[in-house]
Each structure stands twice: as C-alpha cells, then as structure tokens.
C-alpha cells in the first residue's frame, strides 16, 4: 500500500508540474484551453472556471491539457477567436507552448536537486576520508575513528571513495587485510579479517564518507553540475537500450512504485532525491523526437520553421497516432516485464 500512495504521488507531482508548464505557456501565448486533467479515462469529478474545465479522472497515471485547435472540439465547446486556437499561433510560440511540460520537469529536477545538496549534503567520493562510523560495526572495535584517512588496502594506494569500496571489496573476500591509515601527523597499520555479506559480497567494515552541506548559491551550481552528468548518463541508457544493449535494462510502473515506497521508506531526503530523478527521465523523455511526444511534436514544429511550410495536419496527426499506439505498446512490454521479475522474486 505505501508502494501504491507513494508511486501515485510521485505521478501527481510530476504530471500536474508537466501539464501546468504547458497550461501556463499557452495563457502566456493567448490560447484558449478547453480542458486540464489529471489522470485519464473516464471523469470523475470536474469543474469550469473561466473557459477552463478542470477535471479529475478515473485512472490517476498520467494527464493532458487539451487545446483550442488541437483535436475536433467537443460536444459544447466552442472557441472563443480563431486567432487563440494552437495551429493559427506562430511557430515559435507553439514551440514554447510544446517545450514548457518538458522544461518544468527539468526545472524541478535541478530545484529538488540543489535542495537536496544544500539541506541535506551529499557524500565526499573524492576522498578516503572517514566521515562516520556505523554503530556494532567492525570499524568500531578495530579503533578506526571518524576524521582518519585510509591511505592503502594491501599496499595499494587508494585514490577516492569509489576505489576504496571496490577494492576493499576485491581483497576482503581473500582474507585477512592490512590497511594503511593516516590520523592527523601520524600514520598506522591495521591488520584484521572484514566480514562479508554472503548475500551481495558487500564488505561489512561499517564507515561512511564525510557530507559536505553546500550554502544555497554553491549548490544552485553543484545542481547544475549534478544533474547534467545524470542527463547525460540517461540519455546513454535510452541510446543503449535502443540498439539493444543487454546490459541496459528499463522499469515500467511497477518497478518505479516499487522504489517510491523505498524512498519513502528511507525518509523525506531520500524521497526527495527520487522525486528530482523522476522529473529529470520525464523531461528527457519527453523530449525525443519520437512521434506522439513533446519531442516528436516539436520536430515537425522546427521544420515547419526551416522549410517554411506546414506538413498536413491529416498525415502529422496520423504519424502521432501511430506513435502513440508504439508507445503503449512499450509501456505494456515494460510493465508486464515488471510483473514478470516481481512473480520470480522468492
């Protein structure tokens, strides 16, 4: 149940942020917006205000603003002026109306992400220096102290955090180990037998690396920094899948309720960082130039831009909706793999 609420508020989040950004970027560009909705299939519950109906439906996974010109008007819709319909407004304006859910998504992404750097911190990888120790931990009893620096693991010189667990992880399942320590001015050894979890062959040494809590302009920046080489490493996990690199595997809804009842589970800061990595994937995915997404809707908008013409709106709506019908048939492959490993889970 907790997996359920928390993997519907993470959807919440994101598709009223996503939707809001193309709601407030078509007033922006003065076109009339027949419909706001959260979820889909049937209505549930709705409400007019203005020219605006604003409904709530059955299925709470996904939602759509529906524009003045976009698809055949309903029945008791009317448009207001035929200048305030989406396929009269100039192409740079309905690129803006096209680009904005995308753009919120990524927005929040680095928000969410800058929050987490200045009010919760994130680890120091780029040293061995011990930031804390774990309570009942071999750590403990061998006199290793927060503050103290591991120099080496067997005679090899260790150069960040990442290289101390691979490598502590490499020679603790051989034996007894000998590490190198500096604390302060002086340096010592420390030789003894680290304990290893039988289950994933993780070394049970118990030492964290140190938090470094950045002021809110430095981690506006460190957000930047962060969330670019994330996009960038998901961007190649998409690339990768598509030319069908074993080694690159895709969760559907399933699995990411799985995590958010982890993240939250985990506390606010955890649930936190899930949600700016979700965002972040929804506004990359959004984003390829495939048809029936913000992406592949833009692409025709930019040629539309180079060429100086329009492509029919017969053959553009036809190629969506075959798009569409590619992506559905994703989401269902995705999902019903989801099942599939959760069914041969013990």
Not at 53 to 82: K, N, T
Not at 135 to 159: H, R, V, Y
């Amino acid at each position: 149940m907790i997996s359920l609420l928390s993997f519907l508020l993470v959807i919440a989040i994101c598709v009223i942020a996503h939707e809001g950004g193309h709601y407030f970027a078509a007033r922006w560009c003065d076109i009339q917006v027949h419909e706001f909705a959260f979820g889909m299939g049937p209505s549930l519950f709705s409400r007019k205000r203005g020219e605006t109906l604003w409904s709530f439906r059955l299925f709470p996974v996904g939602g759509f603003v529906r524009l003045a010109g976009m698809e055949e008007e309903r029945e008791g819709e009317e448009i207001v002026d035929e200048r305030r319909t989406f396929p009269l407004k100039t192409p740079f304006q309905r690129f803006i109306v096209l680009a904005s859910g995308a753009s919120v998504n990524l927005f929040l992404a680095f928000f969410l992400t800058a929050l987490l750097l200045w009010g919760k911190g994130v680890a120091d990888l780029d040293s061995t220096k011990i930031g804390s120790l774990m309570e009942g931990f071999p750590a403990q009893s061998l006199g290793l102290e927060a503050g103290d620096e591991i120099l080496a693991i067997n005679g090899e010189t260790l150069k960040n955090w990442n290289s101390l667990s691979a490598l502590l992880q490499k020679e603790a399942a051989k034996g007894p180990i000998d590490l190198d320590v500096r604390r302060g001015e002086s340096q010592f050894s420390i030789h003894a037998s680290i304990p290893v979890d039988a289950t994933h062959g993780v070394p049970l040494l118990g030492i964290r690396p140190p938090v470094i809590l950045y002021p809110f302009h430095k981690a506006l920046l460190r957000a930047f920094s962060y969330v670019w080489h994330l996009g960038v490493d998901i961007l190649r996990g998409i690339v990768s899948w598509i030319f069908g690199h074993t080694d690159v595997t895709m969760t559907g809804p399933v699995g990411i309720a799985g995590m958010a009842g982890e993240a939250v589970r985990q506390g606010f800061w955890s649930f936190l960082s899930f949600l700016a990595v979700i965002n972040l994937h929804l506004g990359i995915l959004n984003l390829i130039p495939f048809p029936a997404l913000d992406g592949g809707r833009i692409v025709f908008v930019l040629g539309e831009m180079i060429l100086g013409r329009k492509m029919s709106s017969k053959w553009e709506n036809a190629i969506h909706l075959a798009g569409f019908v590619v992506l559905i048939g994703l989401i269902l492959l995705v999902t019903w793999s989801d099942l599939w490993n959760l069914a041969k889970t013990p």
